[in-house]
Each structure stands twice: as structure tokens, then as C-alpha cells.
């Protein structure tokens, strides 16, 4: 019987303190509104237990910026007390808003430069350029070594990339990207052999592929997204490979019709010289006596069945970014496009 009692009176107490709690919140949010600075909210702080209380309220109701949060000079009222800022704003000037003009911008975009709203005018590569439309190129490599194993030859042979620095648009693609074709082919031409490695249609294939490892060495990470051989169809090398049917003799056909609309011929030349020369397409070829051909480009624009065991000069096609802008020229021969990144 002692014992219930005690506990009634237990939590008499405790109901009482809570209502003490309940109470001095209650003052609180009757407060003075709002504070003014350096005054506790509370209309009764006797003791230190109302004081963090009322502290608590004041942060949770008013916030909890520091100075250094607020702008230099300006004022503000957090947590009942008057706060000063401290924060400086970055000086804006030319030096950190740099210089960027309309033709720098993707077109229709906006930015504020000097504090100035500009609208962007720079538009994607393939809507300045036009079909056969010139333009100055120069590969980053100027060494590439082709290994005897690549060629089925006797002998390692070497081509320098950079000494392709003309191209000639073939095609403007949805994304903005322009695929080159050079205009001039590799001084130095390629053997590819023996003529028995064409009797294994998996030479072959392997003979594409090392055309196509060569023409990879015309890219340039800044200029462009990739490349191939002239000649060579990805897309029907999946359905002949998938199909599993032999090779024919249409693997050319794209790039061929794509280089004769845009430029009127396949005849290609060496750089500084007056003759055309022949060179290798990346493409399949098709099977007679037991032996498969592969095609060249004659120094008359004819393709010719080619078999292996000869040479060939290379003639790659390289795909522009879409972002770059042109800098110079007006797309002809004897003045070139220039690009910029």
C-alpha cells in the first residue's frame, strides 16, 4: 500500500515538471516578436533551465547563420542576437569572367561574361562545311611502324601520318560529326601477301583489320572521333560474319559512292607529285579458283580484284568532333578550312 502511494507520487512530480516545461514554452511564444538584439525571448529567465530553453527556441524558431555566412556589412537578426556579416563577394571583373563571344558558345545557349548576357552563334561543324568542301588536317603522329606479322610480309614497314594534311568532306552526319576522306594517299604502299594468305578467308579478314589498325594512326584526340580504311562497311561485315555466308565483293560500296558524290572521282595522287597511284579498299573479296582477291583503287578510279602479294598506298577517313569551329579559309583548294577546338 506504501509502495502505490510512492509511485503516485512519483509521477505526481513528474507531470508537474512537464507542465512546468509546457508553461515556459508557452511564455516563450508569446514573446516580444521580433526580439530585439541581445533579449532572451522568455518573459521570466530565473533559472538556468528556462535560459537553455529558451535558447533552444530562439535557434530552432530564427535560424543559425554565422557572419560569415551574410554579406560583408550587411545585418541580420539570428538566434535573438543582431549579426554582422563578414562575407566578401569574389570582385567581379574581366580577368575572372573571362572572354568569351558569341561565336565561342553552342548556338541558342546562354552565359554571362563581363556582365553581359550572351547568346550563343557557334553552331556543330557539319552546318559550315559542305560536301567536297577542303580542309586542313594534320595527324599528331609522324611515325608508325607496320609489323612483318600484320602483313603476312617479310618485312616491317612504316608510314608517316602527318604527311596527310588535306582532306576532303564526304559526309555530314545527324550529330553535327563530318567524316574526311584525304585527298591524297600514303607515299609509302603497303605490301600485303603472300597471294596464298587469300585463300584463308580468315587472313582475310585479318588483312581488313590491319588496314583499318593504320588508318586509326590519322586520328587526333582533339580533332577527332575516329576513323577507318577506305572501303570498309562495319555494318555489312556483321551481317556477312553473323550470316555466316563467304565473302562478297560489295564491302567497298559505301565509301565509294560516298567519295564519288562529294568529290566526282576515287583517282587519288601522292602529295607533290602529278600522278595518280593505286591503293588498297578495306573491303572483302570474293572467292574464284580457290583464292580470294582483294580490291584496289587503279591509278584511272576503276576498282580492280587485287590479289595480295603487291602493294598498295593507304587512304584513310577520319571523323571530326562536332564542336570544332573553323578559324580560317573558305573551303577550296587553295585556301583550306582551318579547325580549332
Partial sequence: MRKRKKDKIIVGTEVLLLCMIVGILRINATSITPPSNQVSYNKNSQTNVQSSINDLYNKVAYGDAMSSDILSGKTALVGGKKVVGTYECPTLSSQTLGDAIPEDINEGKVAWVNGNRIVGKRTALANEVELGDYIRYIPSKTSYTIYAADTY??????INPSELDMWRVIRKNEDGTVELVSEYVSSKQIHLGPDTAYANWTVYKYFISTLNVIAEQYEDDRYTLGSRHMGYDKSQVKQVLSSGVEASDEGYLMDKKLVETAIGTLMAKKKGTTENVWYWLASRG????????????????????YFTGSTGSIRPIVILKSTLKITGGDGTESSPYTLGV
Avoid at 286 to 305: A, P, Q, T
Fill in 153 to 158: 610480309s617479310n618485312l616491317h614497314q612504316t
Fill in 286 to 305: 570474293y572467292k574464284s579458283d580457290g583464292l580470294y582477291f582483294g580490291h584496289v583503287v587503279r591509278n584511272d578510279g576503276s576498282i580492280f580484284n
